[in-house]
């Protein structure tokens, strides 16, 4: 059967699919394993006598090392490609998550987190690097959405994970069990993870239907020089540093905002509601997650597939997420706790729903041999814009107390960065390399 005739009947085969449901897995315990001190934060806090600086210290070296990672770990999974570096990369978190049960200290924590962050980089880098070897352009908005559902899933699982452990035998014990999930993925990884072209579970119609592109290899690696040279690339470092802070900022003080602003408490306490507690809460805030990561990824390719241009479908999708998160600017102010999860759990599907698709973006304009580098650059942009709200955030509860400020950075940093995106690539055109 030809290409043609393979694009015609929608495709044979579905592993490709199996392949993402992976990659999800590899973003869940990913997300479960640097979320996992945020949910605990109030419990160790305690216990160690942190203070909000302390806190705000620990979030950020592991917000440096990880923007260090990605700026090397791009260029690394090119080379050496998805299958190794994704291995090694789990084996190393997953390793530095346990350590985390044996820290004394706000240097060890320090340490723990600096590990931590350097292996995790590789892990989007690597799997958007996998989605465009996997599928065809058509289909890669939904498979960046359905993997970028892992992070959700992830922080989901983390407080059910976390504080039914920690209540039991102790916040150390919770470290232990997440380090080991990491390695339970790792044998799936090695397990059932190929390149199609070598793949023996695929077939040579499914191959055809990924292949349908023809896209081009670039000739050799992309370098950072040629790489900084292009608006194509400055449009995901803009993107991603105007709104990972926003995405960090959940991650890590979620927890904390639901008990200053809304009196919640980590551990059931009598009989005053499910939503007077934060593990129901987190679950669903990043339920609503969900939704939009694979929504913003629906929506964006069933335009496409509605005859709409890749770019008019990307940016429109683009907006929608960012007047969604608008609200985001009042939620300091909730007048009670369900308010406040929905605006925040509105303010995460816009996020997800964004992120999916300026991720594709780069499928888009780069070849696939290129796509890790440009990941990790940007990766990398948003984790410095995430030491800034750490360090932002931790200051501005020490001296005020207030999450006003940060909020209402929190709603308005999606236009901001779409006004950057269209204004560095007004029309979306593949990158020409030499």
Known sequence: MGTRQVV???GSGRYRWGICALLFFVITVNYIDRQI?????????????W???DYGNIVTAFQASYGIGLLVVGRLLDRIGTRKGIAIALAVWSLAAAFHAGARTVLQFILARIV???????????????VAEWFPRRERALGVGILNAGANVGVLLTPI???????????????????????VVLWAWLRFFRQPADHPALSETERAWIDQDNEP???TLLTWRQAIRQPQTWFFICGKFFTDPVWYLFLFWLPDFFAKTQGMELFPKGESG??????????AVYLLADVGSIAGGWMSSHLIARGWSVNRARKTTLLAAAVLALPLVTVASAPNPLVAVLLIGLGTAAHQ??????????TDMYPRNAVATVAGMGGAAGAFGGILIAQATGWTLELTGSYVPIVLYAGLAYGIALAAIHLLVPRMEPVRLT
Request: glycine residues 14%.
């Open 217 to 219: 290899t670039a000739a």
């Open 161 to 183: 994970i976390a504080i039914g452990i920690a209540g039991t035998w102790g916040w150390q014990a919770a470290f232990l069990v997440t380090g080991l999930l990491g390695f």
């Open 51 to 53: 203070s909000e600086v």
């Open 8 to 10: 015609e009947s929608g």
């Open 116 to 130: 931590l962050g350097l292996a995790e980089s590789a892990a989007y880098p690597g799997a958007v690097k996998s």
């Open 37 to 49: 001190i945020g949910v605990l934060k109030p419990v160790i806090e305690d216990e160690m006598g």
């Open 353 to 362: 729903a964004f992120s999916s698709n300026i991720f594709t973006m780069i």
């Open 274 to 283: 499910i939503l007077a507690t934060i593990g129901p809460a987190l679950i």
